[in-house]
């Protein structure tokens, strides 16, 4: 994982905005968040966690066959941030493209990595989630100022002849909600002008009430479907790293799937949501904590713009042993047949 050192807390933003800390954190479970400096961007956040993802696989670049970000703020239009990590990362032989899921990012990566190697297609994908969201907030918007942060996450995915892995995965959209959740311009349809500019459409808007209600119904059935397709329930499985969108999203879905407080992790409160990088942050930071071990049943579970949603169920068989460094994710393996 990487995240900016600069920290935004809920006493930063009563300067900025007509807010308090007890209203952010009873609403939303944040108390801070990392802001990008303008050194730092989607690329070279998505670089830092590529790099330590591949270290801590003991892999180098050009070992990698594919390389896919999932991102919603790229480095540019295009070309592809997925192409700029390729390159820096020194994997010359790699495909590399771009996927845009909004903050479901990350896990849609997932199944479709496993997808490419199931195929045959590939052996050996990185996978990197990245966003920069503080680039597109209105930061005298109370609804989104508050929820939003900067962060990459990043993991190497295998062929293995080894049972498993990623065991399942659900993906699911419905564009009826299209703007409950968008950047109204600077695409084709809508690109950038004074009169844009003016109008603040070029920030991220959010129906948060629509949004809250949506996030609710489609966690619990990613996290179900996702269950069923691996043959285990949702009260079985060991641990559960949901979006960080919301602690009372994640609160009111982890107690309809009937698991247990203690098998859910949670680091909204230190992070905010960081779009497709906070999957893979909250599964670096549980392996780090202590809370995944091999043998583990683990459900990953996204939801975000599009409107979007996906769940992956898999069985942790990568070491987890500690390193020296910062966070990392270990390698997730993949069975060649299902």
């Not at 119904?217 to 479907?225: D, F, K, L, P, Y």
Request: glycine share 10%.
């Amino acid at each position: 994982m990487a995240v900016p050192p600069a920290v935004r807390t809920n006493a930063d933003l009563e300067r900025l905005v007509e807010t308090t800390d007890a209203w952010i954190v009873e609403r939303t479970g944040i108390r801070e968040r990392r802001i990008a400096s303008p050194d730092e961007s989607t690329f070279t956040l998505g670089r830092d966690a590529a790099v330590a993802a591949l270290e801590r696989a003991g892999l180098r670049g050009h070992e990698i066959d594919l390389v896919i970000v999932a991102t919603i703020t790229p480095e540019y239009s295009f070309p592809a941030t997925a192409s700029l990590i390729q390159d820096a990362i020194g994997a010359p032989r790699a495909g590399a493209f771009d996927l845009g899921a909004g903050c479901t990012g990350f896990v849609y990566g997932l199944a479709v990595a496993r997808g490419m190697i199931e195929s045959g297609l590939y052996r050996s994908v990185l996978l990197v989630g990245s966003d920069t969201l503080s680039r597109v907030i209105d930061w005298t918007d109370r609804a989104t100022s508050v929820l939003f942060g900067d962060g990459a996450g990043a993991v190497v995915l295998q062929a293995t002849d080894q049972p498993g892995g990623l065991l399942s995965s659900v993906l699911g959209s419905d564009g009826s909600g299209a703007d409950l959740l968008c950047v109204p311009a600077g695409g084709s349809r809508r690109p950038a002008t004074e009169e844009t500019l003016r109008a603040g459409q070029h920030f991220l808007s959010m129906n948060g009430r629509e949004v809250y209600r949506f996030a609710v119904n489609v966690m619990v059935r990613a996290a179900r479907e996702a269950a069923d397709g691996a043959g285990i329930s949702p009260s079985d499985v060991d641990l559960f790293i949901p979006h960080q969108a919301n602690s009372r999203i994640i609160r009111s879905a982890s107690q309809t799937l009937g698991v247990p407080e203690d098998r859910v992790f949670t680091n909204v409160e230190r992070y905010g949501n960081t779009s497709a990088g906070s999957v893979p942050i909250a599964l670096c930071e549980a392996i780090a904590a202590g809370r995944v071990t091999p043998g583990d049943r683990l459900v990953l579970v996204g939801f975000g713009a599009g409107l979007t949603w996906a769940g992956v169920a898999m069985e942790w068989t990568a070491p987890v042993a500690p390193t020296p460094n910062a966070l990392r994710p270990a390698v997730v393996s993949v069975a060649k047949t299902r």
